[in-house]
């Protein structure tokens, strides 16, 4: 009987955790919805504003050309992580994390890397290992434009002064609630299009064509940081669903052949008791 309370103890064990990730899935799913439509009709957008910019800089003359654009030789690396504050969502965090390894170790090996945490998972696994120079965790706490503006603004300030040659974003591209994409985008310097792709006949500038790069790139670098947090923000919300869900799954199937010793268990106590009570009647008899 001791048996059976202990199975007991795990099927109650098992049926509180299914009815908590079956919980979480459907948080979830509400919150994707909503940051699913935020990158879905942000992401024309952006990606146009990024075409544009890379036209217009590759159009510009070495003199005329951004301070963004310096294309130095690369000694000194930023690489900006995009993860999540809370973890169950199953290799979300875990395949950034080994992409910024993997960036470390491989990709700039023997150059210096630096690390800006956005991200609670990223702070705690990079801050171990490597060198995190700043943490924005806090961004996702109220995850607007503004917020984001003000993390890409001090990211062209270090471009600018000469801090770091090179400046990474790596994040999970949204694609759909099951499927995320780990990206590796260069912030800056600006890369611009090469070949006949930039075409000066297209525009037609008012009042400068340096003028009005001037005021786009910060808006563009703005927009496409924002783009990125929000994309790993809809993949998180996906991932966790879609962990959430396998739990849940594997939850009800563990529950059932739970049950099923279970009763298995309680046939042959009941069967034994009986073979006690016919045999002890049987002594009697005799």
């Known amino acids: 009987m001791a048996n059976l309370k202990e199975i007991r103890n795990r099927i109650s064990s098992v049926s509180s955790t299914m009815q908590i990730t079956s919980a979480m899935k459907m948080v979830s799913a509400a919150k994707l919805k909503k940051a699913q439509d935020a990158i879905t009709a942000m992401r ?121 040659d090179r400046i990474e974003i790596v994040y999970n591209k949204f694609k759909n609630a099951a499927t995320q994409i780990v990206m590796t985008e260069q912030f800056l310097p600006i890369v611009p299009v090469a070949g006949e792709e930039s075409v000066n006949s297209d525009y037609v500038f008012e009042p400068s064509k340096v003028e009005i790069v001037a005021q786009l790139i910060p808006k563009s670098l703005k927009t496409q940081l924002y783009k990125g947090i929000r994309d790993s923000f809809a993949s998180e ?16 199937e563990l529950r059932d052949q739970l049950k099923l010793t279970y009763n298995k268990a309680r046939q042959a106590a009941i069967t034994n008791e009986i073979l006690e009570i016919v045999g002890g009647a049987e002594a009697l008899n005799n």
């Open 237 to 252: 919300h996906g991932a966790r669903m879609t962990a959430m869900h396998k739990a849940t799954d594997n939850a009800t």
């Open 44 to 164: 024309p957008y952006a990606d146009k504003l990024t075409e544009l910019l890379q036209n217009l800089s590759a159009s510009l003359d070495a003199d005329s050309g951004s301070k963004f654009s310096d294309d130095r030789p690369v000694n000194k690396v930023l690489v900006v992580a995009v993860t999540s504050n809370r973890g169950l969502c199953g290799a979300f965090n875990s395949n950034i994390l080994k992409q910024c390894t993997n960036l470390t170790e491989t990709v700039y090996a023997g150059k210096q890397v630096d690390f800006v945490a956005i991200g609670k998972k990223a702070a705690d696994f990079l801050g171990k290992r490597y060198d995190v120079v700043a943490n924005h965790s806090a961004v996702f706490d109220e995850l607007t434009f503004d917020n984001v503006a003000v993390i890409a603004e001090s990211l062209m300030e270090k471009f600018v002064d000469g801090s770091y």
